[in-house]
Structure formats: structure tokens, C-alpha cells
């Protein structure tokens, strides 16, 4: 009986103790954590978030594909939101619409995560949160044709810069689930040069105005690993495995570069 009693002291003490340790690692974690600011990336008072999905619907269409439109509004996040744990989340400030709803990432420092902005989060990771900053509106400089005004600039034209600069805001060391940019630098692929777009934003001929002309971009479609097509067309994967039992494995990228 009064080995019982203590058993059970103990089980309860011990379920006591592992909460208070909970509490008290979630609570430095909030406490510590900079708060971030939260501002609207555009600064183009003409140009809505809206009006680029619009002028630009070739693109939009193949952005509405990608898990960056849905970054905000697909299965988990629905999910939450059905629950009311996106308010707790909110609440408590945990940062996960910093990345999911950014404001602008092209006047971010170096290794540096984007803040959340506070309109149109449903659009999660859109037009402007790539391209727009708060001198305007980038990109690769091609064209000449756009009304309005374009700032040529290299992380748009230089893949291998998109990728360490650009993806990296995002795809990076934020919480282990998004290390890419870092496993993918200590791969062959990029010391040969075949970065994030060659992969992920394939060329494609099509517009990118209603009505423009058909010209040879990248895709906005941002296809990954819950894509068949491009689980079954990107690499070809084969295991040889030797006599002692050492396997290896062969990853041959197959995509057009
Ligand atoms: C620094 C940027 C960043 C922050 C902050 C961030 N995420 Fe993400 N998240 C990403 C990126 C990039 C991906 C895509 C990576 C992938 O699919 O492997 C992603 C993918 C996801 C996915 C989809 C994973 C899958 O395999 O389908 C979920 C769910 C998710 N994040 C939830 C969260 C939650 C919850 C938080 C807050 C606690 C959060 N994220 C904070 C960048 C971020
Ligand atoms: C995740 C970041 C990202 C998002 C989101 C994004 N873009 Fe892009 N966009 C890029 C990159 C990178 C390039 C440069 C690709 C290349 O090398 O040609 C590009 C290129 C372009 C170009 C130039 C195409 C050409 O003719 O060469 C246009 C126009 C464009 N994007 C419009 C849009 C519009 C409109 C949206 C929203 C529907 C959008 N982008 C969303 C990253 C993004
Ligand atoms: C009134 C229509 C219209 C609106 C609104 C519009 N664009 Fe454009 N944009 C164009 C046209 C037309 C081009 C040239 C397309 C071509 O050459 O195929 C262009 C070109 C571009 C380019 C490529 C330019 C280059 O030379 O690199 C980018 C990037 C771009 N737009 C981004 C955006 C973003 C981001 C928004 C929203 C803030 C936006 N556009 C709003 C019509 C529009
Ligand atoms: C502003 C933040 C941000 C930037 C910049 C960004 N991404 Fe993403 N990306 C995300 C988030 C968040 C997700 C995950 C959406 C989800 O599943 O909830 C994602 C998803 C993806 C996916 C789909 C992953 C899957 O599970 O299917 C690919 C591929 C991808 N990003 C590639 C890129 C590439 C390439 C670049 C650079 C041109 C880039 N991203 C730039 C935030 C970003
Ligand atoms: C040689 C082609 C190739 C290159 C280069 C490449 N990827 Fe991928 N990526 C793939 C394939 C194929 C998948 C799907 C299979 C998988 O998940 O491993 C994928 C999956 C993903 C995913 C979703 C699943 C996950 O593991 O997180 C994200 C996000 C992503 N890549 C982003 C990036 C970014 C960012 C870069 C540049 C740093 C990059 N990829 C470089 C081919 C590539």
C-alpha cells in the first residue's frame, strides 16, 4: 500500500514537473522572441496586390497551382482555421505567417526571415512578396514592354543568386522544416550549377500579359515533392548495393537545364 502511494507521488510529481518545464520553455520562447513589425509590403499606391493577378492571369494561373498560393489556405492551414488555432497562434505571436503571409523580401538583409503583413494573407506567398520592394516593382529587366516601371535587378536574371538570395529568405534554416537552400549548397547539383529555378521554375513558352506575346520564362508553377509529375520526371533514382553490403545511391537529375 505505501509503495503504491508512492508510485503514484511520483507519477504525478513527475507529470507535474514535465508540465512546468513546457510552460516555462514556451514562455521563454514568446518572451524572447523580437517582436516583428508588421507592415504591407507595396508601396505602389497605383498598383494593388490584385492588379498583378489580373494584368498577369498566364502567370497567376500557374502561381494558383503552386503551394505558394495555397501557403495560407491549403490543407493544414484549413485545418486550423476550422479549429480557431490560428488566433492562438496569432496570440502568441508564433511566427509562422512571417514566411507563409510575408511582406516584402527584396529589402531584407542577408539571412534574414521576412515580417508578416497585416491585408490579403489568404494570398499567401504572392506576386508582390517576390517582387515588390520598397523602391518598386523587380525583375529580370527583359521585356521593355511593361507599363509600368521595372527595376532591373540580378536576383531575378542570375538563377544561382535567386536561389542563395531569394528563395533563401524563406527556404532556410527557419524551423527544420525548410532547410533547403543549406542541404541543397552541399550538393553536386550546386556546384554545377543546376540551382532552385532550373529544377522548381522550368522554362516554359507562354505569356505573361492577357494578350502579351508567347515568349520562353520560367514557370510559376513551383512544382515539388506532392507533384507526381515531378517526383517521376525530375531525377531517376537507382540503390546498387556492393557485396558488403555498402549501398549507393545514384540521383540522376533528368531535368531539362
Ligand atoms: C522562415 C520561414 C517559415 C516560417 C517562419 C514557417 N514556415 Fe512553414 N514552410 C516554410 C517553407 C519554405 C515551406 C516549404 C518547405 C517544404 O514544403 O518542405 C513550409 C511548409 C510548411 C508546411 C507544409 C509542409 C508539407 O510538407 O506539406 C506546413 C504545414 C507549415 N509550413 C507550417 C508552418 C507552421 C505551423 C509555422 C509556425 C509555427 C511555420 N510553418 C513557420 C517556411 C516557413
Ligand atoms: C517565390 C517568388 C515568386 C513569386 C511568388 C512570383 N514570382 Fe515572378 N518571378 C520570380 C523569379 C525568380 C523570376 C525570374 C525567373 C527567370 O529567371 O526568368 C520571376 C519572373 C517573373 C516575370 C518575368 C517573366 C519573363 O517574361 O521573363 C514576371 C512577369 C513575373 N515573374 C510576374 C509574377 C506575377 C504576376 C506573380 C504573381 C502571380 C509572380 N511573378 C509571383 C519569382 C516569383
Ligand atoms: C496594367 C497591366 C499590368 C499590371 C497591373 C501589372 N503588370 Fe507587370 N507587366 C505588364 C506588361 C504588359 C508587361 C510586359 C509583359 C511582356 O513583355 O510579356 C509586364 C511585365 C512585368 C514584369 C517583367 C518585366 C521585366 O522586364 O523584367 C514583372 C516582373 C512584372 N510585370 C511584375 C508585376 C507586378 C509584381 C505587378 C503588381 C504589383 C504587375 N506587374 C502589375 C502589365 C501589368
Ligand atoms: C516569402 C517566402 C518564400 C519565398 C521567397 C520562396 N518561397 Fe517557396 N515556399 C514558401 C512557403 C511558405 C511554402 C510552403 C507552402 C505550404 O505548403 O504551406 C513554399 C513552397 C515551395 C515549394 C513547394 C513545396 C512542396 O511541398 O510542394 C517549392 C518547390 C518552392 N517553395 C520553391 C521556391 C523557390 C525555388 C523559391 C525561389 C525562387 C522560393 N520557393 C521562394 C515560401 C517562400
Ligand atoms: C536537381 C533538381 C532540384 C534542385 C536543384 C532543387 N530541387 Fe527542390 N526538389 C526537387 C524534387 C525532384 C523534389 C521532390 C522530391 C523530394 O521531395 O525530394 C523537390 C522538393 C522540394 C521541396 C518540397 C519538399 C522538401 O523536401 O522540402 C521544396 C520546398 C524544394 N524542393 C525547394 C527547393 C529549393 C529552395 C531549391 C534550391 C535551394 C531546390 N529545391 C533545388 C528537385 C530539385
Not at 524563406?170 to 550538393?187: G, P
Not at 502579351?212 to 514557370?219: A, K, L, N, W, Y
Request: proline residues 5%.
Amino acid at each position: 500500500m505505501k509503495m503504491t502511494l508512492k508510485a503514484v507521488t511520483l507519477f504525478i510529481g513527475t507529470i507535474l514537473l514535465f508540465l512546468l518545464g513546457v510552460t516555462i520553455y514556451f514562455t521563454v520562447g514568446v518572451v524572447r522572441r523580437d517582436v516583428p513589425e508588421i507592415k504591407d509590403a507595396t508601396v505602389l499606391a497605383s498598383l494593388s496586390r490584385e492588379s498583378c493577378i489580373e494584368c498577369h492571369e498566364p502567370i497567376a494561373r500557374e502561381w494558383r497551382e503552386s503551394f505558394h498560393f495555397r501557403s495560407v489556405t491549403g490543407p493544414f492551414w484549413n485545418r486550423i482555421r476550422t479549429k480557431g488555432f490560428d488566433r492562438i497562434f496569432q496570440g502568441l505571436r508564433i511566427p509562422c505567417m512571417n514566411c507563409h503571409a510575408p511582406a516584402n523580401v527584396l529589402d531584407l538583409p542577408q539571412g534574414t526571415h521576412p515580417v508578416e503583413r497585416n491585408s490579403a494573407r489568404e494570398l499567401g506567398v504572392d506576386c508582390v512578396s517576390c517582387h515588390v520592394s520598397s523602391k518598386g516593382i523587380h525583375g529580370p529587366g527583359r521585356s521593355g514592354q511593361a507599363p509600368h516601371e521595372v527595376i532591373p535587378d540580378k536576383r531575378f536574371f542570375d538563377p544561382a543568386l535567386a536561389s542563395t538570395s531569394l528563395c533563401r529568405s524563406c527556404h532556410d534554416e527557419a524551423l527544420d522544416h525548410a532547410k533547403t537552400v543549406t542541404a541543397w549548397a552541399e550538393t553536386q547539383f550546386a556546384e554545377d550549377g543546376v540551382t532552385c529555378l532550373h529544377c522548381h521554375m522550368p522554362e516554359v513558352k507562354a505569356r505573361s500579359v492577357v494578350d502579351g506575346p508567347m515568349r520562353v520564362r520560367r514557370s510559376h508553377r513551383f512544382f515539388g515533392d506532392k507533384d507526381a509529375e515531378m517526383l517521376g520526371k525530375a531525377v531517376s533514382v537507382s540503390i546498387d548495393v556492393s557485396e558488403d553490403r555498402q549501398a549507393v545511391v545514384n540521383i540522376t537529375n533528368r531535368t531539362p537545364v
